[in-house]
């Protein structure tokens, strides 16, 4: 066994995806802080495509008012030797199909020390149960030294309990010292991510659709028009694929102050925007709902303050109070 060669035991979360899944991963990570505040736990960037300026990073360094990742959760690419070992264990795994990968990770883990935990191998499990009752085990084990957690880790069991794990470390990001609009005129952020799911994600296929889009984003103003319709209203939409959005969407300039986020921002600075916009339509992805998530003021007793497409995760712990939800009720 070559447990013996790693020394104090380490927990590394690999970071992947866009921004707003970084942000979940990196809550993920202050989660572990929490129930192994002695172990040396990192955030793993190697497998980040994501130019430094849309990453996470630059999100926590953006503003002079926010201390940046705390000292006890750094950013690290893994060695030449714990690359290559990683790699190995994950060719071995993908090769051996007929036996469940969570096995053969921990058959892997017993002879090397690195321990793989994947979220897709542990599923209907939330990240506050697979913190306290999976990782708690598996650390208490002598054989493992190095524990690897790989996943998107969005799924908690309250979804407010990322919040306000986030704002406990990091009480002087910039959206902490927000305050919801008293004046007459609101801002609505409008998130369409449609280019990718069009390119790549076959799954997303319905959401991207011509129609579906302006459909979601009909309603969600509709449902808005009625609290907001004494107010001067600016809406800004956001998207991957400006040229599509300014076509489908210019009839809304006949009701509403439209404009349209600059296509060179990134995606850094087009999160923060959303961030504090006074409302919110968030798409189907975690880049607008991490933003409406890690807003100060997440109600407003005038207006829902962000609103989730229908088919998005219905569960009652997904949404704050003042969420609204089209296939469901205003969570009061």
Not at 87 to 101: E, N, S
Not at 158 to 166: E, G, K, M, P
Not at 211 to 234: C, E, N, Q
Request: net charge neutral; charged share 15%; aromatic share 14%.
């Amino acid at each position: 066994m070559l447990s013996h060669l790693y020394g104090k035991r380490r927990i590394h979360i690999e970071l992947q995806g866009g921004l707003g899944n970084q942000i979940f991963q990196y809550i993920f990570g202050l989660l572990a802080i929490q129930h192994f505040p002695s172990s040396s736990i990192s955030l793993i960037t190697d497998w980040l495509a994501s130019a430094p300026c849309d990453s996470l990073f630059y999100l926590l360094h953006s503003s002079q008012h926010t201390q940046g990742p705390l000292p006890s959760l750094s950013f690290h690419r893994y060695s030449r030797r714990s690359r290559f070992l990683i790699g190995l264990i994950d060719r071995f795994v993908a090769k051996a199909q007929i036996i469940p990968p969570l096995y053969l990770y921990l058959f892997c883990g017993i002879i090397t020390g690195v321990m793989i935990l994947r979220e897709e191998d542990l599923k209907e499990c939330s990240c506050e149960l697979f913190m306290s009752r999976v990782v708690s085990k598996i650390t208490k084990c002598p054989l493992f030294s190095t524990i690897v957690l790989r996943g998107y880790w969005q799924d908690f069991e309250d979804i407010s309990t990322a919040r306000q794990l986030f704002f406990k470390y990091h009480p002087a990001f910039p959206s902490a010292n927000q305050t919801s609009s008293v004046n007459d005129h609101l801002t609505i952020a409008i998130h369409i991510r449609r280019n990718d799911y069009i390119n790549t994600l076959n799954h997303a296929a319905e959401y991207a659709s011509r129609l579906w889009i302006p459909g979601y984003i009909d309603m969600a103003l509709r449902t808005l028009s009625f609290h907001v319709k004494s107010r001067v209203t600016s809406l800004v939409i956001f998207s991957d694929d400006l040229p599509w959005a300014s076509l489908v969407f210019a009839y809304l300039n006949e009701e509403w102050d439209l404009r349209y986020a600059p296509s060179t921002s990134s995606a850094v600075e087009d999160w923060l925007s959303i961030n504090s916009s006074d409302i919110i339509i968030c798409s189907n992805s975690t880049f607008s709902y991490s933003a409406a998530l890690l807003r100060c003021f997440v109600s407003c007793t005038q207006y829902p303050s962000t609103i989730l497409p229908f088919w998005f995760n219905t569960k009652k712990t997904a949404l704050l109070k003042g969420w609204h939800n089209l296939e469901d009720t205003l969570v009061l």
